[in-house]
């Protein structure tokens, strides 16, 4: 069983920065990928960013390209997010998902908890 467990999560202003963690216990398969989604209040769950297994693709919802990094440590089983340039509109709780090619297409394989962002304006 995969465990999930996401942090970094907190309230900043708008134009400010954030980077969320998220730490992988267990192993699903020799290769999959990890991403974040999001649920703003009163919106459904939306795909945010993803990474391949091996570090070497990357993919972003058109609203956050530009202005968030994912990363991963392989090592580490870890995925980072990295927000930048935060507007009020990416406030959302944040869910660390893996899975395999279902991955950015709203069928991850494990969830994470979730973790609030709040940007204020």
């Known amino acids: 069983q995969v465990q999930l467990v996401e942090s970094g999560g907190g309230l900043v202003q708008a134009g400010g920065s954030l980077r969320l963690s998220c730490a992988a216990s267990g192993r699903p398969s020799t290769s999959y990928g990890m991403g974040w989604y999001r649920q703003a209040p009163g919106k459904e769950r939306e795909f945010a960013a993803s990474?391949?297994?091996?570090?070497?693709?990357?993919y972003y919802a058109d609203s956050v390209k530009g202005r968030f990094t994912i990363s991963r440590d392989g090592a580490k089983n870890t995925v980072y997010l990295q927000m930048t340039s935060l507007k009020p509109e990416d406030t959302a709780v944040y869910y660390c998902?893996?899975?395999?090619?279902?991955?950015?297409?709203?069928?991850?394989?494990?969830w994470g908890q979730g973790t609030q962002v709040t940007v204020s304006s």
């Open positions: 990474i391949n297994w091996n570090g070497e693709y990357t």
């Open positions: 998902a893996v899975g395999g090619s279902s991955l950015r297409f709203g069928s991850p394989d494990y």
